[in-house]
């Protein structure tokens, strides 16, 4: 069974153009977590997605920044416009049920900003 | 809101020692889950131990073991016979079981753990 897969690895973007992470959960998991991680500080939640429907988005900065989990395909974190503060790894985990399951992460996805 | 912290930035220990990572927690929730994830330098997060928290047991895994004081809203990491491949990042996270932020993880600030030949 394959792990959490994320891509691409690294991304350079410079400012104002997109990013677009993709995450492909573990087979049989439906439920979608990305989180990100600035700079020397741990991980902070942005968005939980199951198939076709984001369950909860506090996490997730208002403007420039969706993501969505399509019923076929992997879930996709995008960033519009972005900046220099984007900069950060950005990590999806993946879980087969509810909040009772433990949450498997992907590699990560580097996102540097120019 | 669930707050994790991690007073310890830093802990080294002797490989074959038993070193012991703290972690405070907050919640305001009576059923939620403790975990704690190892980040190498390859950046993948790796979990390595988890707790239930209306289990009065505490959890082990080979030479991980936590030790879980709820009513302190304390849960301790002790590696054992530690090893180099233990060197890493570790976080604490908690999860709550029920309400509007189930299932999402909040990450304590993290503690480097070094460990010398």
């Known amino acids: 069974n394959a792990g959490v897969m994320q891509n691409p690895r690294h991304l350079v973007r410079r400012r104002g153009q997109e990013a677009r992470l993709r995450c492909s959960p573990m087979k049989g998991h439906s439920h979608v977590y990305w989180y990100r991680q600035l700079p020397e500080e741990g991980l902070k939640f942005m968005v939980y997605l199951q198939k076709e429907n984001i369950i909860d988005e506090s996490g997730m900065p208002k403007e420039r920044f969706s993501a969505e989990f399509p019923k076929e395909g992997p879930s996709i974190l995008r960033i519009q416009q972005v900046v220099r503060g984007d900069s950060a790894a950005y990590f999806c985990?993946?879980?087969?049920?509810?909040?009772?399951?433990?949450?498997?992460f992907g590699p990560g996805t580097r996102l540097t900003v120019l | 809101a669930q707050t994790v912290t991690q007073s310890q930035p830093e802990m080294s220990v002797q490989e074959a020692e038993t070193v012991t990572l703290s972690c405070t927690y907050d919640?305001?929730?009576?059923?939620?889950?403790l975990f704690w994830y190892k980040q190498p330098p390859s950046r993948q997060m790796i979990l390595v131990i988890r707790?239930?928290?209306?289990?009065?047991q505490n959890a082990t895994e080979n030479r991980f073991s936590v030790n879980f004081q709820k009513a302190a809203k304390s849960f301790s990491l002790k590696i054992s016979d530690s090893q180099l491949g233990d060197a890493a990042m570790y976080f604490c996270a908690s999860a709550n079981a029920g309400g509007t932020s189930y299932g999402k993880l909040t990450f304590g600030q993290g503690t480097i753990l070094t460990v010398h030949p």
């Open positions: 919640t305001s929730e009576s059923d939620y889950y």
């Open positions: 707790q239930e928290a209306y289990k009065q």
């Open positions: 985990a993946s879980s087969p049920r509810l909040s009772t399951d433990t949450q498997y």
